[in-house]
Structure formats: C-alpha cells, structure tokens
C-alpha cells in the first residue's frame, strides 16, 4: 500500500469513526496492519520537503501526528487494541468517542484539494469563516495569519488537533466568532 493511498474508501463516509491514539510514528503501520486485518482505516497524510546537508526528500507524513481513525468496528475491540503501535482508543468514560462527519469530511475535502496542507496547532479563539468558492468551498475554519500568509485552520476538537491549509483572504466570508464554551470573546481578531 502506498503512502498516499491510505484513505477513505467513498462508500462508507455515512458509517461512524473513531480515532486511534498510536505509538510515536506508528500511524502507517498501524493503518497497514489494521487495513490487513479488514477495517476501514483513514490516516490523512501531508507533503513536505525536508532537506539534510546532503539531499532533501519528499515524504508523506501524518497530518494528525499519533492519531488513525477507523470506520465502525467498535463491536470487536480485542483485535484492534492488539495491533502493535496502538495505545488506545479514543473515548470518554471507557467508551469510544465518535468523530464528528462534518471534520472528517473537512479535513478530507482539505487533502484532498491538493493545496498545500500543514498540521497547525489547536487554536479556540478567532474568527470563524467559510470558503466562497474554490477547491474549499463551504469549508468552514478558522481564519489566521502567519508570516503574512492567511491560512484556514479546521480543528478535530475531540482530538486537540488542527490542520492549516493557504487561502485567498478574498475568498472567505466571517460567519460569526469562534469560540468553545465558557471561554469569553476575544478583544481582537486575529485575521
């Protein structure tokens, strides 16, 4: 199985996911030994160009770094927790958590643009926006600027994780604050 291949398989975007916590750079064996297994297994992956003294190299590297998520499954748990590279299962309570569909399928939509995508630390506060057209349209995120580049940040709350991806500051329209609950509103936006 190729790097890029490790992917949703269309049919079942309606099933329900969860997320896998794996061991320090196990995500692709894990998502190798888990497909193997016969499980539907998502592990979004990222391009980036690293370079050493002597060469630089394209590698395909986990957009969300420790975590794999997998489609249903929740029924036969032993053979799951026994895939070496895996800690857990993602949950509250001793009960899987379920991955919400709508950031699944951002984060997807994100990959799959081919766009530049990076992971982006968790941020709770910004403006909240949503992509007019494009390759992103209707994405919704949060609008921030780094080193004078605006980047859409989509979040997997449940995770603690985000992914930034460049976009036309043109191109999105603010739909309201973004906040998590409890927190007061911001004094300044940060786009």
């Known amino acids: 199985m190729a790097d890029t291949k490790i992917g949703i398989q269309r049919a079942n975007?309606?099933?329900n996911w969860y997320s896998l916590f794996t061991h320090h750079q196990h995500e692709k064996s894990v998502a190798l030994a888990l497909?193997?297994?016969?499980?539907?297994?998502?592990?979004?992956?990222?391009?980036?160009?690293?370079?050493?003294?002597?060469?630089?190299?394209?590698?395909?590297l986990p957009l969300f770094p420790g975590y794999v998520f997998i489609c249903e499954g929740m029924d036969r748990q032993l053979p799951i927790l026994t895939t070496p590279g895996i800690v857990r299962i993602v949950g509250w309570g001793g009960h899987p958590e379920i991955v919400l569909q709508s950031q699944l399928n951002a984060v997807r939509q994100m990959v799959e643009s081919r766009l530049a995508v990076e992971t982006h630390?968790?941020?709770?506060?910004?403006?909240?926006?949503?992509?007019?057209?494009?390759?992103?349209?209707?994405?919704?995120?949060?609008?921030?600027?780094?080193?004078?580049?605006?980047?859409?940040?989509?979040?997997?709350?449940m995770l603690g994780r985000s992914a930034a991806v460049e976009i036309d500051v043109s191109n999105v329209e603010r739909i309201g604050p973004f906040l998590a609950p409890g927190l007061p509103l911001p004094i300044s936006a940060s786009a």
């Open 121 to 157: 630390p968790f941020l709770q506060r910004g403006d909240r926006v949503r992509v007019k057209t494009g390759p992103l349209m209707g994405l919704e995120g949060m609008l921030i600027r780094q080193k004078g580049v605006a980047r859409l940040v989509v979040s997997m709350e």
């Open 13 to 15: 975007l309606a099933s």
């Open 35 to 60: 497909s193997n297994k016969g499980y539907e297994i998502y592990l979004p992956l990222y391009r980036s160009l690293r370079r050493w003294r002597d060469r630089a190299k394209v590698l395909w």
